[in-house]
Every structure is written in C-alpha cells, then in structure tokens.
C-alpha cells in the first residue's frame, strides 16, 4: 500500500557534520511537509512544497537548514552544520493539498553529539 | 496569534472506561480540524477530519465531535491497544497556511 518512506531511519552525527535526511512522498501527492518533534515543543513545521516549489520555510533555522526538491519522488532535509539542539525525530508527510489530511513517514531520528 | 490547546497531557483508564480528550483553538476562521493518532517510534496516523460545527465523525471506540471552539475526541469503552498519543491539528482558513499541531495527550489504557 502506498506510504511515505524517509531514510535513514536513524542517524547519529558530531557537531558540525553535514546531515541530509531524505523523503519519497506517496505518488500523486503534490503536498510535501518537514516536521520536527520534541518532547518538549511537539510537532513543528519546518518547511512545505506545493508541486515541488517551496511555500514556507519560516520554521527553519535558515542558516544552517535548507530543504528541497529535485523532483516529484524526492524531497530532502539539509542541516550543516548540525549541532546538539537539532537532535530530534524529523517527519516528512505529503498530502492531495494544503489544506488535506497528510500521510506521514516513519520519522528519522537525528542525534547530534 | 492562531493557537492550539490539548487537555489534558496525559490520561490513564482502566479497559472499557470512557472518557474524553479535548482540543480548544483559536484561529481567525477554521477550514478544519484534524486528529491523529501517534504510536511510540511512529509517525502520526490520520484519524479524523471534521469541517464545521456540530460535525461528528466515528472510528471504532473512537467518536470526534466539533463546536465553534473546540473538539472533544470520544472513547467509549478503551482497549490496551489505544494507548497512543492523540494529535489534534486545525488549518486556518487563510490561504497559504499550514496545520497547526496541539502537542497531544498520551492516552495509556491498562487491562
């Protein structure tokens, strides 16, 4: 059945490595989310797409996150350089539209030491 | 400022005790209210979508209602296996906006 799929499951990095977490959103959904969960702040949006173009990226630390997508099958989440406070577990979803349900992946969960 | 409250932040019940989880919000015009289900390790499952006012919707044990103010999400007669993490979420009716997420109530249900 169809899913969103986000690689690598886990990963664990030093302070100042480059991180690049990926997402394959479900087929024929133009809607991609980034989300990032704490237990502390809960879920936050970091950035969304709308047929491949960005929308919103407010929610991101810009200087050192960046997300894209190089085309309709791939989006990808960039932090460099990473630093302790981005260990968290990152959630791409997508969606049929904006304002539509959203199917979210298994999460990559990041730690930065 | 657009804002999400979920109460409370964590509910234990015996199995087959009923009760309810309860979404407020303020935003300026409400296009929709989502919840969702989170499990440990796992991201966010959709449950429900409810548009207007007086609105219910039903899964299972599970009944979500909504008013002009806020969402109440209904168990009847929990099972261990609903112990969950319960996410409500509301879009603005304001275009180019996204969900805004509650941070949820974990729901434990012992047999």
């Known amino acids: 059945d169809a899913r969103v799929t986000q690689t690598p499951r886990h990963k664990v990095t030093e302070m100042g490595q480059e991180v690049t977490m990926r997402c394959q959103p479900i087929l024929g959904h133009n809607t991609v989310f980034w989300y990032r969960q704490t237990m502390m702040q809960g879920l936050e949006l970091l950035a969304y797409f709308r047929n491949r173009a960005p929308l919103d990226d407010s929610g991101m630390p810009k200087d050192r996150f960046s997300a894209e997508m190089p085309d309709a099958t791939l989006a990808t989440l960039k932090i460099q350089p990473s630093e302790p406070r981005d260990s968290a577990v990152y959630f791409c979803a997508s969606g049929l539209a904006l304002f539509a349900e959203q199917y979210f992946g298994p999460g990559t969960r990041l730690t930065v030491t | 400022e657009d804002q999400v409250t979920q109460s409370p932040e964590a509910l234990r019940l015996q199995e087959g005790e009923s009760s309810s989880l309860n979404c407020s919000y303020t935003?300026?015009?409400?296009?929709?209210l989502f919840w969702y289900r989170q499990d440990p390790g796992k991201g966010p499952e959709f449950l429900f979508t409810l548009y207007s006012a007086g609105e219910e919707k039903e899964k299972e044990r599970l009944k979500a209602t909504l008013t002009k103010k806020e969402s109440f999400l209904h168990i009847t007669a929990p099972k261990p296996e609903d112990s969950a993490t319960y996410l409500c979420?509301?879009?603005?009716?304001?275009?180019?906006?996204?969900?805004?997420f509650g941070k949820g109530t974990t729901l434990s249900v012992s047999s």
């Open positions: 935003v300026s015009g409400l296009r929709g």
């Open positions: 979420a509301v879009h603005p009716n304001q275009a180019g906006t996204a969900l805004i």
